[in-house]
């Protein structure tokens, strides 16, 4: 017999290869499969620091204030593709006696690459007046090596200043092309 592997032998029409010298179907066809896996998704996660740059606040209401503001920052991220990606923000808050939604756009931007997110959550002011807000995001559109990329998951931010704030995400990311996440 010219093979060693059971599938060539029976498509030579042979009924049994030699003993000790056979791989099965299923061996084959899961190492085939192996090699052309889908990229799945992956917990992925980071932190993020960022600085509000425009804010126009517009009554609404009675105690009730529409807040639309731009925001820049910095994600970090050991191991993953977007460590180090320069993040800016766009987003309305309206706020009702310091509480009330927050919606907007995240950008995510690496010398590779862009993604971006729609987030929607609840802000909230505690006694003392610090800002606070949690939520989701889900991954709207990537470019460059991050084109194709999925994805959504939670956030959560809080101001550490009037001006600054400090926050996480953390979810679910399937990137073109991925077969591990380095974390």
């Known amino acids: 017999m010219s093979k060693d592997l059971l599938l060539p032998a029976m498509l030579l029409g042979q009924r049994r290869p030699p003993r000790g010298r056979t791989m099965t179907l299923a061996a084959i066809v899961g190492a085939a499969i192996a ?41 970090t991220g050991p191991g993953t593709p977007l460590d180090g990606a320069k993040v800016q923000w766009v987003e309305t808050v309206t706020l009702k ?66 001006a600054d704030f400090a926050g996480e995400w953390r979810g679910e990311v399937q990137l073109p092309g991925q077969k591990s996440s380095k974390r």
């Open 35 to 75: 090699f052309v896996a889908p990229a799945l998704a992956m917990p992925m996660g980071g932190h993020y620091t960022g600085h509000v740059d425009n804010q126009t606040p517009r009554p609404v209401g009675l105690n009730e204030v529409e807040i639309q503001q731009t925001a820049s920052g910095m994600n």
């Open 97 to 162: 006696n310091g509480q009330g939604p927050v919606r907007g756009t995240i950008t995510f931007t690496t010398p590779s690459g862009a993604t971006s997110s729609a987030y929607k959550g609840v802000a909230t002011t505690d006694p003392q007046g610090r800002v606070s807000a949690r939520g989701t995001y889900q991954v709207t559109s990537g470019t460059g090596d991050l084109a194709g990329v999925k994805g959504n998951g939670d956030f959560s931010v809080a101001y550490t200043s009037k």
